[in-house]
């Protein structure tokens, strides 16, 4: 059964950093792209970006550019998405999933959210 659970989401300070992990189980990542997406209380969800196993990438918005990072290790089918200089704005549930490389494009599956498979969430709350 294919599956993906993120974890290492909680309560942090503005400022602060959080590493998020997702685990994948069931299918490999080299078969697969996988993307962080969030949502805010209230707001739409929003994709982050997202990596294939030769470590392409998709662009994250400007909403966190050069403060979040994706990364992944394959031997372990785990992708990470590193937070640092959170903002109270960050505050959202963060979900992980996974689109086949198979399709006709991952990237524009990753951009538009149509993604195949997907976590349940982790909650990050940013707050003083």
């Known amino acids: 059964q294919s599956q993906l659970v993120e974890s290492g989401g909680g309560f942090v300070q503005p400022g602060g950093s959080l590493k998020l992990s997702c685990a994948a189980s069931?299918?490999?990542?080299?078969?697969?792209?996988i993307g962080w997406f969030r949502q805010a209380p209230g707001k739409e969800r929003e994709r982050l970006a997202c990596?294939?196993?030769?470590?392409?990438?998709?662009p994250f918005p400007d909403s966190v550019k050069g403060r979040f990072t994706i990364s992944g290790d394959n031997a372990k089918s785990t992708v990470y998405l590193q937070m640092n200089s959170l903002k109270v704005e960050d505050t959202g549930v963060y979900y992980c999933?996974?689109?086949?490389?198979?399709?006709?494009?991952?990237?524009?599956?990753?951009?538009?959210?149509?993604?195949?498979?997907w976590g349940k969430g982790t909650l990050v709350t940013v707050s003083e």
């Open positions: 999933a996974a689109t086949s490389l198979d399709g006709p494009s991952w990237y524009y599956a990753c951009v538009t959210g149509g993604m195949d498979y």
């Open positions: 990596i294939t196993h030769n470590r392409g990438t998709s």
């Open positions: 069931g299918f490999s990542l080299e078969n697969y792209a």
